[in-house]
């Protein structure tokens, strides 16, 4: 019998995990909502690649109401898909299509395995927002960046690919629907390809990568590893993303 407990479909996710099983890799830009000044964001969205497929929200340090505004905006102007990436429970809203529901397996602290999560329950137990369990891996990208700040957690090192892929296979075995590789906001250097490829190669859900990806070759070598979601911030953000 199929259950009546159904929190919400699982729309996003199945278009997700479809396209990473056709092969047609997703695309997202990430929207800072503490960067987001409202007059700008028709021009944003006007500039969006053509080939994006999600709109992704959520930033390190961003308050409740500037992730509500966001949201709300972009919902507005684009058909595509808001989906929260978010630093902080504050920055969960109804109104977004799905949720990361991110937990920072690469790392130690208990607030990011799980604190963050129970004081998002309140605001979840009731709403139809779609719930996407996410196994979240900070990888060192050759710079200190704001989620290892905001984390207080060490980045994995690039030089162990085995490591990385032994904590994406116990996020998977823990129940995670994706694994996102993130080098960090601004990193300096992306994922490598090696270890995209090791972890795609391991895991049989689908997998995000993201920090530090400017250019289109950038893009091209993390789709060609095997990253079924790329995301671009910081370079979109800063009108340098060229592809
Ligand atoms: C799912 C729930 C309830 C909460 C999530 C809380 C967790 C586990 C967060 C993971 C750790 C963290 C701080 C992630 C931040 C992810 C993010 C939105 C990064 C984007 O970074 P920017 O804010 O753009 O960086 P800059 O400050 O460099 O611009
Ligand atoms: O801002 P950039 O470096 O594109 O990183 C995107 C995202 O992975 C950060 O969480
Ligand atoms: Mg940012």
């Excluded at 987001?36 to 028709?42: H, K, M, N």
């Excluded at 497929?53 to 595509?80: D, I, N, P």
């Excluded at 900070?138 to 892929?165: C, F, N, W, Y």
């Amino acid at each position: 019998m199929i259950s009546n407990f159904t929190h919400s479909g699982s729309v996003i996710y199945s278009q997700i995990e479809q396209a990473a099983r056709l092969g047609q890799p997703c695309f997202a830009i990430l929207f800072d909502p503490e960067e987001l000044r409202v007059q700008d964001l028709e021009k944003h969205i006007e500039a969006l690649p053509d080939h994006t497929t999600h709109l992704f929200v959520g930033g390190s340090t961003a308050t409740a109401a500037q992730a509500q505004l966001a949201v709300r905006e972009l919902k507005k102007h684009s058909g595509l898909p808001v989906v929260l990436f978010p630093g902080d429970h504050n920055q969960i809203t109804a109104e977004a299509d799905a949720l990361l529901f991110l937990s920072l397996i690469s790392g130690e602290n208990p607030e990011y395995l799980i604190r963050q999560q129970i004081k998002s329950v309140d605001k979840l137990k009731n709403s139809a927002l779609e719930i996407i369990p996410t196994g979240y891996i900070l990888i060192d990208g050759g710079t200190e960046t704001a989620v290892q700040r905001v984390s207080k957690t060490q980045p994995l090192t690039q030089d162990d690919p085995d490591h990385i892929v032994a904590v994406a296979l116990a996020g998977q075995y823990s129940g995670k629907k994706l694994i996102y590789l993130e080098a960090g906001s601004g990193a300096k250097n992306p994922v490598s390809a090696e270890i995209i490829k090791a972890v795609k190669e391991a895991i049989h859900i689908p997998l995000i990568v993201g920090g530090g990806i400017r250019t289109r070759e950038q893009l091209e070598i993390a789709y060609e590893a095997g990253a079924d979601l790329v995301v671009v911030g910081t370079a979109f953000e800063n009108g340098n993303f060229r592809i």
